[in-house]
């Protein structure tokens, strides 16, 4: 960690754009400092796994389980990446059970998953330790300083120099800025941050930067499909109903069984110990508004698991959760992007020193992992051309 602060790079948010672009940028020859700032207690973001401390010995990847690439227009950056992470054995091809559910067999149309075309892989360990692993395959002279559970709150731009202020007064420098979280960049930092205005903008005025004018304008045009997982930490016996011995098993539900359980997706996670764990994916509005301001959790927990029941009443695969040891939940804020994408053209703001990467860029995998990985490639290429 530099006594000073000052960096030559600091990255805002720790998801795994965030971890391909620092990767990309050592591999390219960058040797200076950077600094990854991370509100969370881990790197992944979306991709992140939550490791109990109330209940040990349990570790759910309870954001993306895994990702997919389709790579349609053949990138060679893409390409050679993942060709990279799986020769490193980083990652690995997902042979995971992926179980459709529909309300009439007969008559209901294929599920189209956005979570699941092209090729499917997982994490060789867990989603957090593919981000640091993916960092850590290239930081061999530890370049890189994390800061964990650190909100910023504020940025300022001077003497061409990026100063960032968080929520607990610490304070950063740096020469040149990457915000892989939009969050700074958009309205719902107002409601988030308890602040009254958006932070970049406070930084840089309007019709100082016609760049970050324009993502600015274009990114509160963005919408998010907000998630709510909840966790549940079965007892010793529970187990499922055939011989099914791999690490995870995908059921998604269409939408007709979606409206009526509220749950979009189901996956089993099998732990170390061999517990079995699941995880219910929700972006339903009205039950995650009901959760957040209910008052009585617990009763829609186990509301929770009548419907888990209800759903899996007569399944070939899965038996009755007749009794668990815990269940735990997971608002996510940094929600999935939908709608409109920001154009790549905006990546790159040279006059202020700023950068941008995401999901949230008009690049193949808009919203889903394989955005993220992309444009971090893309990106690192741009600044080493201009750094």
């Given at each position: 960690m530099r006594h000073d ?8 948010g720790?998801?795994?754009?965030s ?5 990309s940028?050592?591999?390219?020859g960058f040797s200076g400092?950077?600094?990854i700032i991370e509100n969370?207690?881990?790197?992944g ?6 490791k109990?401390f109330?209940?040990?010995?349990w570790q ?6 895994n990702f997919?690439?389709c790579?349609?227009?053949n990138?060679?950056l893409l390409?050679?990446f ?7 054995k ?9 179980i459709?559910?529909?309300k009439?067999?007969?008559f209901?149309?294929?599920i189209?998953?956005d979570?699941h075309k092209?090729?499917?892989?997982i994490?060789?360990t867990?989603?957090s ?12 002279r530890n370049?890189?300083d994390?800061f964990?559970q650190t909100l ?5 731009f001077?003497n061409?120099q ?6 607990n007064?610490y304070?950063?420098?740096t020469?040149?800025?990457v ?6 960049l ?7 941050l ?15 930067n016609?760049?970050?004018?324009r993502i ?6 963005q919408?998010y499909i ?9 007892k010793p016996?529970y187990s499922?109903?055939?011989?099914y011995k791999?690490?995870?098993r995908?059921?998604?539900l269409n939408n007709?069984l ?12 099998k732990?170390k110990n061999?517990k079995?764990?699941?995880v219910?994916?929700i ?7 009901e ?5 009585n959790k617990?009763r ?9 029941n209800?759903?899996f009443?007569?399944?070939?695969y ?5 009794n668990?040891q815990?269940?735990s939940?997971m608002?996510?804020?940094?929600s999935?992007?939908t709608g409109?994408?920001i154009?790549?053209y905006l ?6 020193n700023?950068a ?6 008009d690049?193949?995998g808009?919203?889903?992992i394989?955005g993220a990985?992309?444009?971090a ?6 600044i080493?051309?201009i750094?």
């Amino acid at each position: 960690m530099r006594h000073d602060n000052l960096y030559d790079f600091v990255i805002i948010g720790g998801g795994i754009s965030s971890c391909v672009f620092v990767s990309s940028h050592i591999k390219n020859g960058f040797s200076g400092s950077i600094a990854i700032i991370e509100n969370g207690r881990s790197l992944g973001g979306r991709s992140s796994t939550r490791k109990s401390f109330k209940n040990k010995g349990w570790q759910f990847n309870h954001g993306s389980p895994n990702f997919n690439i389709c790579n349609n227009n053949n990138d060679h950056l893409l390409r050679a990446f993942i060709q990279e992470l799986l020769d490193s054995k980083i990652i690995e091809s997902d042979a995971s059970d992926l179980i459709e559910l529909y309300k009439n067999p007969l008559f209901d149309s294929k599920i189209e998953s956005d979570f699941h075309k092209g090729s499917n892989y997982i994490s060789s360990t867990s989603m957090s330790e593919l981000s640091q692993n993916i960092i850590s395959s290239h930081d061999l002279r530890n370049q890189v300083d994390y800061f964990f559970q650190t909100l910023i709150v504020k940025l300022d731009f001077e003497n061409n120099q990026w100063i960032l202020i968080s929520k607990n007064g610490y304070k950063f420098k740096t020469k040149f800025l990457v915000c892989s979280s939009n969050l700074l960049l958009h309205k719902r930092s107002l409601d988030i941050l308890k602040i009254n205005q958006i932070p970049l903008r406070k930084a840089i005025p309007l019709n100082k930067n016609k760049k970050i004018d324009r993502i600015i304008s274009l990114l509160n045009e963005q919408d998010y499909i907000k998630r709510l997982t909840f966790m549940i930490y079965t007892k010793p016996d529970y187990s499922y109903k055939d011989n099914y011995k791999k690490r995870f098993r995908n059921f998604l539900l269409n939408n007709s069984l979606e409206d009526k359980f509220k749950f979009e997706r189901v996956i089993f996670q099998k732990q170390k110990n061999n517990k079995l764990g699941i995880v219910i994916h929700i972006k339903n509005k009205q039950f995650i508004t009901e959760y957040i301001q209910s008052k009585n959790k617990e009763r829609l927990k186990e509301k929770l698991v009548d419907n888990f029941n209800t759903l899996f009443y007569k399944s070939k695969y899965i038996n009755k959760l007749m009794n668990y040891q815990d269940i735990s939940s997971m608002i996510w804020r940094a929600s999935q992007p939908t709608g409109l994408a920001i154009p790549e053209y905006l990546q790159v703001c040279e006059n202020h020193n700023i950068a941008f990467c995401g999901d949230w860029f008009d690049l193949e995998g808009f919203g889903r992992i394989e955005g993220a990985i992309l444009s971090a490639l893309k990106l690192s290429y741009k600044i080493n051309s201009i750094t």
